[in-house]
Each structure stands twice: as C-alpha cells, then as structure tokens.
C-alpha cells in the first residue's frame, strides 16, 4: 500500500498548488458571478456531484464513507478515517445574440479538501476547506452617448467597463451521532472568509484629454454561519434502505469591511492609464454586515448497499436576503431540482475489474437567483462520474478510491440581450478510508 500513500500525498500536493494558484488568479470568468457574492459553490464532493448532486440523503455510498458537508448528520456513520481531496477546472463558452464568435475560458481550482474522524462507535467528527463562492469577470459595453449601441469608432462612444474578482472559502468544523438505529442528527460550525472585489469604469476613448472615472468597491469578510441536519433510514432489508434527509445553512449576518471608491483619471497619448488624479469619493465603513440567506435541502435515497442507489433532491435558498453592508443585493429566491444514480455491477467480482467500478449520472435543474432585464436566469446540467477503487491487498485496512465527475450544462439566455453560458465543469477527487488510533491485542 506504500505506493498508494506516496500518489495520495502526492495528489496533495497538488491540490496545495492548486489552492495556492487560485489565491491570485481568477477561479470563474463568468459575468453572472458580478451579482451578490459571486458564483455560489454547492459544496460538493466529486462523488455527489456525478450524481446530479444528491448529498443531504447520502452517508456511506458504494461501501465508502464519505464526508458530507451538505448534511453534517451523516457523520453519524463514519467509522473509518475518511481523507478526501480534490481539484476542478472548468471549461465556459459565452455567447450573446448580436456578437460573432464566442469567448471561451477555463479554470484551475481546489474542489475540497476534508477529513472525517470517528469518535466513537456511532459518531464522527469532520473538518476541511472549500470554496463558498467565486467572483471573476471583465466585459465591456459601447453605447453612443450612453443611449443605444455605438460603433468604438464613433466619437460620442462610451465605453463602460465592468470586471470583478476575488471570492469567499469555507472552513467548516462539523460532528454527527446516531440516536438510535435509524436517526442521525449533525451539526456544522463554518467560518466563512473572503475578499470580493468589484470595479465599473465608464470612459470615453476618442476624446484625448477627457476624465474618466472608475468605481472601486471592495468587501472584506469575515464571520461564522451553522449548519444543521437530520437523516432517517427506514430498513427494507439487511442490505436495502431508504433514507430521508433534511439539512439548513441558518444564514448569519457576517462581518465586513467595506470600501467605496470613485476615482478619475487620464490616458497618455500612447494608451497608457495614467495614475489617478483624483479621488471624488472615498467611503468606509469598517463594521458593516452581510447577511447570509437561509438554504433548506430536502432528500431522499433508495439503496442496496454495495450494489445501487437512486435519489432525489430539492433545494430552496431564500437570496432576496441577502444584503452587503446594509444594501440588498437585489437578488431572488432559488429553487433547485435534482435527481441522481449510482451501481456498481458486481461488488464481489474476481475477473472483472470494471465490474468494482462506481458508474453514476445525474440531472440538475435550477430557476437561480437571478433575474436580469426581467428574464429569470435558469440553469440545466447533466451529470455523469465513476468511482474507481485501488488495488488492497487483504491484510490492509486502507481502501482508496478514486472519484471523477463531469458536469455538462448550459446557464443563461441569448433573449433580451443576456449572456448564454455553455460549460463543462470536470472535477477529480481521491478518497481514503482507513483504520486509524486502533489497540491492537496480542495473546
């Protein structure tokens, strides 16, 4: 199993890099993550995200545990050290009616990275790092006058500038018991943390000499939010379940520090920018609140352990909560539908490796939070993944998986002049399961 070790450290070390990377450069280049905190991540492990991304029902899948953050309830049925890591890129194409061609971008990003410790018999700890949410884009928009369109040419032509960047992590902390044989119950404690940055310029370029002015809006959060959980698995059989689960994010205030900037400023005759030459307003307010919106997850799971398991989820976030420094984001409320499956062929199988594989697929769809131009933006994906189990010789007890998804969905509309996304999002996860602090007896 050393070799195994060494890839699983290895694949951290990776993941590091990975992080370390996404700390300076942009983790999205979407122009929808210009709303609210950005992007908002579903804090999903690979292995739930091929699913459709099924989670707050879900504990130990394909004879694995797993850490679940969606629902801290499932840490109720840990009892193996779980070490989980992983990285995600994404590949977007943005079209919008009127312009010919489209841009394509991709990214670099940790997905996760968690540990889940077993406490006792029927209860676990888990802790880790994730993305919460993600801020990155940059797009330009020409108006004549600042009504209509306008060639860049056109004299009068206004260029209005608009780009953001920056992003929210999640350190979570989070411990789950079984009550009885069929109830878990679970808590999470998370410190979410960030800078989210937002300029607008506005500049006239065919006109040497004129004062352009750019808007700088910078929020610097800090502060904890709590997440709670419950599942009940109803038994048909030894080896076939249905559970229900339920899980909440609560929505706390957190902290911010906020900062709201307008600046002038020149270009020389070569296209340069130059330094700012005045600062028109310059606002701080150093002890603002963001508040956080109420997310409800409800689930259900059917399952033979070892060999399937077919789930559905629904997901209510309630966005026109959600405020920054005391101005709402204008944001609306988000319902999301999922749907999910998972088999492995033969768990038992000697000749066939690909018989042990974990094949999934999946289905999301989402009326998102947002409403631009009086057009509700929804969100349609596809899903499929594989969980690949490593090679264990019988006298060990560490048992190594690995889990790849793909997510293949499209955000957005070319109607009222919006922006249609096209995107491929691939995500990649190693997963270990293993006896740890155990007292071995010798006669």
Partial sequence: MIKYTRLFVTFLLVVIIAEARAQSTATTSSPYSRYGIGDFSNQLMPQNIGMGG?????????????????????????????????????FLTLSQSGVTGADKYSNLRLSHFAIGLPVSEHSAVSFGLMPYSEVGYNYKQTLSKGFGTSSPADTNAVNYIYSGEGGLSKAFLGYGFTVARHLALGVNA?????????????????????????????????GFNFDYGAQYTFDFSTLKHLTLGYSASIGNSLNVQNSYIVSQYTYDSTGNQNNPSDTVVNSQTPNGKLQLPRINHYGLVYQKDGFYMIGAEFTTGNWSDLSI??????????????????????????????????????????DTYLNINNVDIKRYAFTFGFGIPLPHDRVSTAFYKVNFSAEIGKRGTLQSGLVQENYVNLHLGFTLNDKWFVRYKFD
């Avoid at 979410?192 to 937002?198: A, D, E, H, R, V």
């Avoid at 370029?205 to 004062?211: A, C, D, I, Q, S």
């Avoid at 749907?339 to 697929?361: H, K, T």
């Fill in 54 to 90: 099924i989670s707050v029902a879900t504990n130990i899948m394909g004879n694995f545990r797993n850490v679940n953050v969606i629902n801290p309830a499932a840490n109720g049925y840990i009892d193996y050290t779980v070490i989980d890591a992983g990285i995600a890129t994404n």
């Fill in 325 to 366: 420094a005391g101005s709402n984001a204008g944001l609306q409320n988000s319902k999301t539908f999922n749907i999910g499956a998972s088999v492995i062929p033969n768990p038992n199988a000697l000749s066939s490796y690909l018989a042990l594989v974990d094949y999934r697929v999946g289905f999301i769809y989402e």
């Fill in 190 to 222: 998370s410190y979410i943390f960030g800078n989210l940055k937002q300029f607008q310029s506005t500049e006239i370029p065919n006109l040497y000499g004129m004062l352009d002015s750019r808007v700088e809006q910078d929020n610097h959060v800090g």
